[in-house]
Structures are given as structure tokens and as C-alpha cells.
């Protein structure tokens, strides 16, 4: 990743709050654990009768003891769920992760209207844990600094200091090495002028993954720039001011999108130092058996690591589908964690071995 790897920062996965995600972060390992501050963005899905119960039964389920849940409300309408159900969608997952014993940090905007904002106070207050503020610095949604008196009147609705509240600034989508030069100059302005107010943390997060896997090709690995790893290198490059933390947004497109429909093909997107490796399979055998041959493709390819199966919970689960040793090679929900568990874990590696390289 280049020089900036070698200071010391946090990492902060911002990541779909679905099956395949939480099953990832449930089998970090303990130095993966103590290096991440996760983000989970609720996705709507209407399908669900209790969307937000399912979310917190995953999180119960899922999420490490002693961390700290950074959960992100803002794709949801502001309704009540279910008939007599009090509170918005902040106020009730606060509560049920509380019931579950799953400490919440709340996500908030600048633009979240008074009714919002009072929830969010409440979650914050019962959970001890502060907030984080999430502010768009996208080329397609770039939002208006907020002057003293403006900032002032958020705090005082959140009930809370700037030192109790972690900046993450979204740099949304990065299509391109133009659209990265873009967005670099557009971050270092937000930094500038958020800089104002001593935050507890600061992060600078991009999403570089395509919107899916259409158009590529089918039995072959094709590689994909991570163009999100190089904004952030760029950006700490060129900023003045503290290092901020470095955000991704996993294996996943930064926005949320539609729900895809259909059984996907047997695919992976698999990290490496600058680039995803994105193997794309044809369905011609029974069931997903596809998947075995993609894994033994994987396992014997260059971009297969020198820590192998050792590398993550998810490298262990391709390492097993390649050797035959699984029964069946799983699904979408699975694919999706195994890639996700290999990502946060190489991403975590490379910016610790970066720190110990400093020292």
C-alpha cells in the first residue's frame, strides 16, 4: 500500500449489517478484533418481518464480547415497525441490542432532522459509548461544513462533545483514478474545516467495488483497483493535519442498492495488497459445485497468500472447498462472509505490519 501504511491508525470496515457480514466479524480473530472499530449500515429489506430484530438477533449472535457496535440507521424510514412499536428505528435497535448485551455507537448526520437527532441523544446517553457523525464528502452528495452555530445547535440535540464523537467522513464511490484526484482535493477541504472541533476519532472512508458482478468475464479472475486504499494513501500524503483512520466499505459497493433477485453465480472477491481479484464462475454443475473448482483455481493461483488458510476464517472455509473436505461449497451468504473475513483480515495485517515497521 506504500508508505502511509506505517503509521499507526484504526481500521473502520463500514459493512452491510446482513448474514454474511456479521458471520465474518464473528470469526475475526482477537488482533483482527482489537485493531477495527466496525460500522454496520442496516439495509432495508422489506421481505423481513422484523427487519430490525433480525439485525440485532444477528448482532447477539455474532459480535465479539467487549466490542463496540457502530450502527448506522440512515437507509431506514423514520416509521414504527410494527404496529404499537414506540420510537424510531434508532431508539428500538438501541434498546434491543441493550436487551442482548451488544454495546451501540449511533450514526448521525448534519441534515438528520430534530426528531432524529433526540433518539439518537437517548441511545447515546443509555449506551455510554458517544456517536459518530457521518459526513458525505461525495462528488455526487458533498455536504455544507456547518458553522459555529450551527455545530453548536447539532451538539446540543445530540447532547454530547466533540470529544465524545467520531468523524467519519464518506467519500461515497471512487469510479476512477480521475474521480480519486476529485475527491482527494474535496476531502482535505472537509478535513480543513472540520478540523475546528477536537473530535474523538477521524476517519476517511471510500468504497471502490463495482455496483455487481455484471459484464465480467466467467472463469477467470479479473482485477479491480482499489482505488479507495489509494485515496486514502493520497490523502494522508497531502493533509497537514492528524492522521486520520482508514474506512472501506469491505467487498461491497458504497451505496445501498436494490435487492438483487435470483441465486448469484459462484463467485469471489478476493483482496490483495492494491486490488480485489473478482473470480466469476459459470453455473455448470448440480448445486453451487462450480464453487469447489473456482477454490481450487483460487488456491493454486498466484493471489493465493503465503499464509494460506491461516490467513482468515474465510481462507480456512476456501482452503476446505478447494481440498474437497466440504460437503457443500455454500451460497451467496457464505461466499460473502469468507470474502469479507479475508478482506478485513488482509487490510488489518497491512496496516499493523506497517505500524511495526515505523517502530
Known amino acids: 500500500m506504500g508508505s502511509a501504511w506505517g503509521w499507526l491508525v484504526a481500521y473502520v470496515p463500514i459493512l452491510k449489517g446482513k448474514a454474511g457480514e ?8 482477537q488482533e483482527v478484533q482489537d485493531q477495527i472499530r466496525p460500522v454496520m449500515e442496516i439495509v432495508p429489506d422489506f421481505d ?32 414504527r415497525v410494527l404496529e404499537g412499536d414506540s420510537g424510531g428505528p434508532v431508539l428500538r435497535v438501541g ?5 442482548r448485551g451488544i ?16 433518539e ?21 452528495i458533498s455536504e455544507v461544513t456547518p458553522d459555529s452555530r450551527q455545530m453548536r445547535d447539532l451538539l446540543r440535540m445530540v447532547r454530547l462533545a466533540p470529544e465524545e464523537i467520531d468523524l467519519l467522513v464518506d467519500a461515497g464511490p471512487v469510479r476512477s483514478a480521475l474521480t480519486r484526484k476529485t475527491l482527494a482535493e474535496g476531502i482535505i477541504g472537509v478535513l480543513d474545516r472540520m478540523s475546528r472541533w477536537p473530535w474523538r476519532g477521524v ?14 468475464p466467467r472463469g477467470v479472475a479479473t482485477a479491480v483497483v482499489r482505488e479507495d486504499a489509494s485515496l486514502w494513501q493520497e490523502v494522508v500524503e497531502r493533509w497537514r493535519g492528524p492522521q486520520p483512520d482508514f474506512g472501506d466499505f469491505g467487498v461491497t459497493y458504497p451505496r445501498m442498492l436494490p435487492k438483487s433477485r435470483g441465486t448469484p453465480d459462484p463467485n469471489m472477491r478476493y483482496t490483495t495488497a492494491t486490488e480485489w481479484q473478482v473470480f466469476v464462475y459459470p453455473r455448470l454443475r448440480t448445486g453451487n459445485d462450480d464453487f469447489f473448482i473456482l477454490s481450487q483455481d483460487l488456491v493454486n493461483s ?18 476446505e472447498c478447494a481440498q474437497r473436505k466440504r460437503r457443500k461449497a455454500g451460497g451467496g451468504t457464505e461466499w460473502r462472509a469468507w470474502a469479507t473475513s479475508h478482506h478485513v483480515a488482509v487490510v488489518a495485517s497491512h496496516l499493523s505490519s506497517g505500524c511495526r515497521q515505523q517502530d
Open 203 to 216: 476517519c476517511v472512508a471510500a468504497g471502490a467495488f463495482p455496483v455487481n458482478l455484471t459484464g465480467f
Open 120 to 140: 439518537i441523544a437517548e441511545v447515546a446517553a443509555a449506551h455510554q459509548q458517544g456517536a459518530c457523525l457521518r459526513f458525505s464528502a461525495a462528488v455526487d
Open 95 to 99: 434498546e434491543s441490542l441493550m436487551q
Open 48 to 79: 423481513l418481518r422484523d427487519l430490525l430484530e433480525t439485525f440485532c438477533d444477528h448482532a447477539m449472535d455474532h459480535v465479539p464480547n467487549g466490542m463496540v457496535l457502530t450502527v448506522d440507521c440512515g437507509a431506514l424510514p423514520f416509521v
Open 302 to 319: 498466484l493471489h493465493w497468500p503465503v499464509t494460506g488458510a491461516a490467513t482468515s476464517w474465510g481462507d480456512a472455509r476456501l482452503a
Open 22 to 29: 456479521f458471520l465474518a466479524l464473528g470469526h475475526a480473530s
Open 103 to 118: 454495546v451501540m455507537r449511533p450514526v448521525f448526520k448534519c441534515t438528520d432532522p430534530d426528531y432524529a437527532l433526540t
